[in-house]
């Protein structure tokens, strides 16, 4: 038997639940910029001269990652815990970059819409199971049990045939 995911036990249901809610209703509007460190560089690729000399790729970085209050605790466990391509463990940091545009302001937002597209692909919360499920495995887990004993005492009087020395 697998053991359960340290966040699903850990936290109350309702905890999930406002997590849930709060990963759902997300959106890149919602997200204060000044929680980032932002910073402006040199794009690399094709442009001609604007490469040369505007700054137009961003990186925003939010550092103590694991101590931001402004996201829930599961959300920043699972952040964390799943290898989020974006979280730097060794400096509990979450860097994003986008060169996709020439402006900067456009960058930026480019930037924050990927990392709440991460978020909400990389987030799950378990959900409410049905009555008819619910009986369903209860079954599988009982014929399962079933199996398992018979197959226990099929093995037992297998080894108790071999040991007895007088058979006649």
């Known amino acids: 038997m697998r053991p359960c995911q ?3 036990t850990a936290e109350s249901p309702k905890h999930l639940k406002l997590a849930k809610n709060w990963v ?32 137009s790729k961003c990186t925003i970085a939010l550092h103590n990652f694991s101590r931001c209050s402004w996201f829930p ?3 920043r466990k ?9 979280y ?5 940091t979450i860097v994003i970059q986008s060169s996709e545009s020439r402006s900067r302001e456009t960058n930026r937002e480019y930037c924050i819409e990927k990392f ?10 378990p959900g409410e199971a049905d009555e008819h499920t619910v009986k369903k ?21 297998k080894k108790r045939l071999r040991n007895k020395k007088d058979l006649w």
Do not use: M, T
């Not at 709440?116 to 990389?122: A, P, Q, T």
């Not at 495995?137 to 009087?157: D, F, M, P, T, V």
């Open 137 to 157: 495995w209860h079954g599988i887990k009982e014929k399962a049990h079933e199996r398992r004993i018979q197959e226990k005492k099929l093995q037992s009087n």
């Open 6 to 8: 340290v966040w699903f």
């Open 24 to 55: 759902v209703s997300l959106n890149s509007k919602r997200v204060p910029l000044n929680l980032f460190a932002v910073r402006y560089d040199r794009s690399s690729g094709p442009g001609g001269q604007n490469v040369n000399k505007v700054n």
């Open 73 to 75: 605790l599961e959300v």
């Open 116 to 125: 709440v597209k991460h978020i909400k692909e990389i987030c799950f919360f």
């Open 88 to 92: 730097a463990s060794s400096s509990d």
């Open 78 to 86: 699972q952040l964390s815990e799943k290898k989020s391509r974006y």
